[in-house]
Nanobody
Framework: QVQLVESGGGLVQAGGSLRLSCAASGSIFRSTVMGWYRQAPGKQRELVASATSGSITNYGDTVKGRFTISRDNSKNTLYLQMNSLKPNDTAIYYC?????????????WGQGTQVTVSS
């Protein structure tokens, strides 16, 4: 089982930036499409960005142009650079694999990292 540990969250003013990191155990990370998810209070968890093993990226409309996902396969680490943060970006952020037709499941969720954006 892959273990995921997210870090880098915090409290920031609107317009500010944060960089999140996700450390994954196991080399399977390197061949897996990975994503950053977020869950705001009272809302469902949503996928905000994803990156293939070859770093082809995709973004949700609400973060496109502001967030950048990247990965270092040699370190089994996923990153999310968040710029121009808005109050509605406030959420707990998680990383995990992205389910597909060949593997429709998630690994066990980590504890996440809290991002709070003040207006």
């Amino acid at each position: 089982q892959v273990q995921l540990v997210e870090s880098g969250g915090g409290l920031v003013q609107a317009g500010g930036s944060l960089r999140l990191s996700c450390a994954a155990s196991g080399s399977i990370f390197r061949s897996t499409v990975m994503g950053w998810y977020r869950q705001a209070p009272g809302k469902q968890r949503e996928l905000v960005a994803s990156a293939t093993s070859g770093s082809i990226t995709n973004y949700g409309d609400t973060v496109k142009g502001r967030f950048t996902i990247s990965r270092d396969n040699s370190k089994n680490t996923l990153y999310l650079q968040m710029n121009s943060l808005k109050p509605n970006d406030t959420a707990i952020y998680y990383c995990n694999r992205v389910p597909s037709t060949t593997g429709n499941f998630w690994w066990a969720w980590g504890q996440g990292t809290q991002v709070t954006v003040s207006s």
